[in-house]
């Protein structure tokens, strides 16, 4: 070992050296934090999933950056010799191969996975698989977790590495990898790893899409399915279904009791999905859609009912998820940009409650389609409750891997206020 004179000054890393350092360390802290729970949430960790991932990426690339570092600049010698020397670089190295492999063999993992998941790096960059048979998974699978508790007990010598020489040896070691020799500043960057554990615990909170449902929704009855009788129908064109309304309206304003009243849907309404995962749910929403609704609520016999949604302007919990749901594995969007709803089989099931029968045309697929819903106010302003259950498989929807475990039945509710509309209601022939 080097004699240690107290009164010699400090030889440092540099500083882009010491601001990764701590960096690195406090983010291999915050993804053990939220890796060792993953397991415990299930299908609910999907989002936490995907920062996993990107987490894992982003430590490769500052870990290869401080690689480069350490090579390009001058760093301080060593200080010890002999076997405590040895075993002191052992220890980088091995810091250095987990900082590296455990991020590939997280990729690797992935990449083999049976459900090929897609990655978008923090929901921006997207990250490809690496091109691996499959039998590399269940291989990638058992050196991901051997990395991770080979970490932390490489981790764990490290810092007691530090603490013999800073409180034993008494030769300042610590200080070289901060930016001052000051006891105060070492503990202000020794407590970032305290907080990246806290913050990955908190990430492992619930996500917004396992959130319960709204109480005017979940108190709805739940829809009657039904049969497949339209399963193989051809799916009718918009014109067609927006003839079908008028001439229907038409009709009805010749009728010697006049028209039933149209209503107009204000903005600020909710539609959204359900989809369970066992226990586990996922929930999403569309923000584009429209209906045109004829309707008296003393004689829904004489209802139209047509409901247009812009498939493209769904969304999840996070990038990825809105992603999938848009591809050819569920909605398909880009193919088939809209989904509609149609129902003249409207009746009365309670005091202020409806079920319309009707078609739902949905990814090239029409089928017979029931929904349940509840007025409230009264005149010519009423707010509309409701809920449906979809059948997925019956239009195509998630019929890949990644939509295995996802039940077949898809709970839709529908939220949204609706005014009476002068200018058709008998006014406009």
Known sequence: MVPHDPAAPVARY???AIILHWLIAAI???????????????AKAFAQYQLHKSVGILILLLT?????????????????????????????????????????????????????????????VPLSHLPLPDAFGPISS???EVMAVLGIAL?????????????LLRDRLIYRMTPAASWLVTVLLVALLP?????????????????????????????????NSLAAAQPLGNEVAAADVEQKVEEQSEDASGPPPAWTIQPGGRLEFTATYGSDSYRGSFADWSGDIVMDPEKPETATIKIDVDMSSVTMSDATQNTMVKGDDFFSAAQFAKA???SDNVRKTGTSTYQA??????????????????????????????????????????????????????????????????ARNGRKK
């Open 14 to 16: 540099s500083i882009a």
């Open 28 to 42: 291999i802290v915050f993804q053990l934090a939220v890796g060792f729970g993953l397991e415990d949430l299930g």
């Open 64 to 124: 290869l950056l401080r690689l480069g570092i350490r090579f390009a600049l001058p760093r301080p010698q060593p200080v010890e010799k002999g076997l405590p020397g040895t075993l002191a670089a052992a220890v980088h190295v091995g810091l250095y191969a987990f900082m590296l492999g455990a991020p590939l063999t997280g990729w690797m993992l992935v990449s083999t996975a049976k459900i090929k998941v897609p990655t978008l790096l923090f929901g921006v």
């Open 142 to 144: 058992g050196a991901h």
């Open 155 to 167: 981790i764990v010598l490290h810092v007691l590495g530090a603490l013999r020489h800073h409180w």
């Open 195 to 227: 907080l990246g554990w806290v913050a990955g615990r908190a990430m492992l909170a619930p996500s917004p899409s396992t959130a319960p449902l709204p109480k005017e929704v979940a108190a709805m009855p739940a829809p009657v399915p039904q049969e």
């Open 340 to 342: 509609v709803f149609r």
């Open 357 to 422: 029968e009707g078609t739902l045309s949905l990814k090239s697929v029409s089928a017979a389609q029931t929904l349940r819903f509840a007025l409230s106010g009264s005149g010519e302003r009423r707010k509309v409750t409701g809920s449906a259950e979809v059948d997925r498989l019956r239009h195509n929807i998630g019929t890949g891997p990644t939509a295995q475990g996802i039940s077949p039945a898809v709970t839709v509710n529908f939220s949204f206020d609706a005014t009476a509309n002068p």
